[in-house]
């Protein structure tokens, strides 16, 4: 626990560096930091895996190339650091799932689970990784085996770290899973029962998804109102949090999908402006997967309105 705590804070005494922000990005001073502070080998690799995913949220690319560059050296070790091994795999596992490539995310994160379970890593490390490997399971449609996975997760949350960030986690990811089998109701209970949890911890990432994802299930639910509400507070939060361009590209999304399904003419430059700002983050991080839930946004948007050679366009 010292050890995540000390390499958490280094973290933070690196990016909050005032030359950070002037000359270059928080990861990129991180990187060098590392390599200037006194941390064991083992230690620095851990930090760079850190810092991987925090850089995943709005530069998937250099975040892929730290933690293969993490995998790559650790391999090279005389002596085999398998949990830093694991770390990277599971890094490398939540950029494929985020990037739409399901099966290799599975593959990865199976492949961090052996290292981990080798390394006799802690009991927490393998219910995270079961759980991010669920998730990706739930991407695939296949919402029964990630459900009983994840409730298993939540369960050993539940028990040995109550009302902790991975309790919170567990809980939220299992609401979008509920969410994925049509369940509304007993979805938006995990959902605020994730909330009840975030709201007393330092963690205003999570805390936008939360809104985000009670957006998601109220407008499901024909809530529009309270789900637009929801919507704009998330957006509010992520753009506050700074660096999570890729969450902010996914609300301004959302808005544009309800305004969508209002179905009304009022509301078109609305959908369409949405549509577009969503679009133009996504181009600007180079993510495809959202670059193409957008352009398909606005394909079917311009279809509704008539407008068929543009929206031919957009789909071609």
């Known amino acids: 626990m010292y050890r995540y705590l000390r390499l958490f804070f280094l973290f933070l005494s690196f990016i909050f560096s005032p030359i950070a922000f002037a000359q270059k990005g928080t990861w990129q001073l991180a990187l060098e930091k590392k390599e ?37 050296e650790a391999k090279r070790k005389r002596k085999r650091l398998l949990c830093v091994e694991g770390e990277a795999y599971s890094v490398i596992a939540e950029i494929y799932r985020l990037q739409g490539r399901p099966f290799e995310a599975i593959e990865y994160f199976e492949k961090a689970l052996t290292l981990f379970r080798e390394g006799k890593s802690k009991e927490k490390v393998i219910q995270c990784t079961l759980r991010n490997k669920a998730f990706a399971y739930s991407s695939l449609s296949k919402f029964d085996s990630a459900q009983r996975v994840l409730i298993t997760s939540l369960d050993w949350f539940r028990k040995h770290e109550p009302n902790t960030r991975e309790h919170a986690i567990s809980l939220l990811m299992l609401g979008v899973n509920t969410l994925r089998l049509g369940r509304y109701e007993e979805a938006l209970v995990y959902t605020f029962s994730a909330k009840k949890i975030l709201d007393t911890l330092p963690d205003s990432y999570n805390q936008a998804r939360i809104q985000n994802n009670i957006g998601l299930i109220q407008k499901n639910m024909g809530h529009y109102v309270v789900a637009m509400q929801s919507y704009l507070d998330a957006l509010q939060k992520f753009e506050k949090v700074g660096d999570k361009q890729r969450a902010v590209s996914m609300v301004l999304l959302n808005i544009g999908n309800l305004y969508a399904s209002l179905r009304d003419t009022a509301y078109n430059q609305y959908t369409l402006t949405h549509y577009d700002r969503a679009h133009g983050i996504a181009v600007a991080i180079k993510d495809t997967v959202q670059i193409i839930a957008c352009i398909e946004a606005l394909a079917k948007a311009k279809a509704m309105q008539g407008n068929f050679a543009l929206a031919k366009k957009y789909y071609n």
Do not use: W
């Open 36 to 72: 200037q502070t006194k941390l064991s080998e083992e230690e620095k690799f851990a930090l760079a895996c850190y810092i991987a995913q925090e850089v995943k949220e709005y530069d998937m690319a250099k975040a892929l190339q730290i933690a293969n560059g993490v995998l790559k």
